[in-house]
């Protein structure tokens, strides 16, 4: 059974372009969430989704993000435009329930460099 | 709001060794506790967790974590480590509202 998947692995671009991250969850979750880690700050949850429908976008840095969810088996977030303190990890998650008593399934990660 | 607090940044531990990574939590409600696992370059993956019931939380690998309440702690243990288990390690908490919030992560590093 394949795990989440996220694209690409690896991004490199320049201050002030558009970028954007791509996450397939695991068939049957409901749950699919967007985290951000970095050294300094460590894993921050940026947004999570329910059933397609976004429940908390506080953890969103500024306007230059945006998440979509337009179905069950795909989800993005945008960078536009990108800065070079946007360096991270993003990771994607998703959950057959919440967070509260299920349990989050991690996709290896989008490792995002800003020059 | 809930909040995680590992203390140790990095320990580093001989093979075979005993290990605590200490993990302090502070939330006004009841809350849920997990040990997550990264290996290098790899994303997460739940090592335990606890929800109710038995202080004593047993996971995979060798590892085992207790709740202790009236210390806010969720301290993770294995009696013997093996140098595979080299990886960051996270204690998080949730209220049951499905956020989760991580720890900043403690490195294990296996010295030979």
């Known amino acids: 059974d394949a795990g989440v998947i996220q694209s690409p692995r690896h991004e490199v671009t320049e201050m002030g372009q558009e970028v954007t991250l791509r996450c397939k969850p695991i068939?049957?979750?409901?749950?699919l969430f967007w985290y951000r880690q970095t050294m300094m700050r460590g894993l921050e949850l940026l947004i999570y989704f329910n059933n397609n429908v976004p429940i908390d976008d506080s953890g969103m840095p500024e306007d230059r993000f945006s998440a979509k969810m337009p179905n069950a088996s795909f989800s993005t977030l945008k960078i536009q435009p990108s800065e070079p303190r946007d360096s991270a990890v993003y990771f994607c998650?998703?959950?057959?329930?919440?967070?509260?008593?299920?349990?989050?399934?991690f996709g290896e990660g989008s490792r995002l460099t800003v020059l | 709001a809930q909040s995680v607090t590992q203390l140790d940044s990095q320990v580093p531990v001989f093979e075979e060794a005993p290990v605590e990574l200490r993990c302090n939590y502070s939330?006004?409600?009841?809350?849920?506790l997990f040990w997550y696992v990264q290996y290098p370059n790899q994303g997460l993956q739940l090592l335990l967790k606890y929800l109710s019931g038995s202080t004593l939380v047993k996971g995979i690998n060798g590892f085992e974590a207790e709740f202790n309440k009236s210390q806010t702690s969720f301290h993770l243990r294995k009696p013997s480590v093996h140098i595979s288990d080299t990886a960051e390690y996270f204690c998080?908490?949730?209220?049951?509202?499905?956020?989760?919030?991580f720890g900043k992560g403690t490195r294990l590093h296996i010295l030979p």
């Open positions: 998080a908490v949730s209220k049951g509202d499905d956020k989760i919030i």
């Open positions: 939330s006004s409600v009841s809350v849920y």
């Open positions: 068939s049957g979750h409901d749950y």
């Open positions: 998650a998703s959950s057959l329930k919440g967070t509260g008593t299920g349990e989050l399934f």
